[in-house]
């Protein structure tokens, strides 16, 4: 616009925090225009709060559409994990995939007192073509995954044997691998380090032990202060009406407060570096 009158533009000298302009026609001064920058917000964001990265796994999807899309109405990237073989497992993952949430094979595996098991799961004496079949046929089973967790599991993921036959498998589909932490005896995350798969796992309490939207919120609360401290933090929690509730009201607030998190797991496991991130994600050596 400047040129198409003939103007020329001239930078003040003065040495300060506001931008000076001043446009001339030949020697004749014409406007002066002055550019004030106002600090942003994130201008006083701790150090600590800016680097703190929080991924939230919402699991247990498949049966219920009505709660799928009651996460995709949050504006939040919230990573979702997905029961295979169930009446809605294929399409809750297909509109997710569609609207930019991240996807993950919450897989079946049997737990220590095997409650309400799944018709297909990971169980300790599988053979290794029985585990080939069936995790093959499970990964298969809910689209647009990029990586995986245990579904219950406390059973399974605490025998060696069977996780080194699932590892090689998700290393070969390019998956990553979030250890549910089920159990204490678990080995699942350190075989997934060891046969170079891409893996983390839960370093916060679960978001509803308590099925109360006050206990929720404090659980959040304290995975917020978590990610802080140790600069990243996964929570899982599972999607009933009364815990999005509860993610509705801290997560917003958090932003009000300007933390700054990152949600989704998927960018954050494909970016994390090689060091030791004091729990949460590290790439495997």
């Known amino acids: 616009m400047a040129a198409a009158n003939a103007l ?16 001339h026609r030949g020697d004749v001064p014409t406007h002066l ?12 964001i701790p150090a600590e709060a800016a680097s703190a990265r929080l991924a939230i796994i919402l699991d247990d999807l498949g049966n219920d559409r009505g709660v799928a899309q009651a996460i995709f109405a949050m504006p939040y990237p919230l990573t979702i994990s997905v029961l295979p073989n169930h ?37 300790p004496g599988m053979s290794a073509v029985d585990v080939n079949r069936l995790v093959g046929d499970l990964l298969q089973a809910v689209p647009n995954i990029t990586g995986v967790n245990n579904h219950q599991g406390s059973q399974s993921t605490a025998d060696a044997a069977l996780m080194d036959e699932l590892m090689p498998m998700l290393r070969e589909h390019n998956l990553f691998y979030v250890d549910s932490r089920t159990t204490a005896a678990t080995v699942a995350y350190d075989t997934a380090q060891r046969f170079g798969v891409r893996s983390g796992f839960r370093n916060v309490p679960f978001l509803d032990d308590v099925a109360e939207v ?9 995975a917020l202060r978590n990610a802080r401290k140790k600069g990243d933090a996964i929570a899982i929690g599972h999607p009933h009406p009364l815990r ?11 932003e009000r407060a300007g933390s700054a998190f990152s949600f989704c797991v998927g ?3 494909l970016s994390f570096t090689r060091e030791d991130l004091t729990g949460g994600w590290k790439r495997a050596e």
Request: cysteine-free; proline content about 5%; glycine content about 4%.
């Open 8 to 23: 020329t533009r001239e930078r003040s000298k003065e040495a300060d925090a506001t931008g000076h302009f001043e446009y």
């Open 33 to 44: 225009v002055e550019i004030t920058t106002r600090a942003s917000a994130s201008t006083s």
């Open 87 to 123: 009446p809605h497992s294929v399409e809750i993952a297909q509109e997710a995939h569609r609207r930019g949430f991240q996807v993950m094979l919450h897989l079946p595996m049997e737990s220590m007192r095997n409650e309400r098991p799944e018709t297909q799961e990971l169980r």
């Open 214 to 222: 006050g206990a929720v919120r404090k659980q959040l609360q304290l």
């Open 244 to 254: 999005l509730q509860a993610l509705r009201d801290v997560l917003p607030e958090s």
């Open 267 to 269: 960018s954050g496991a």
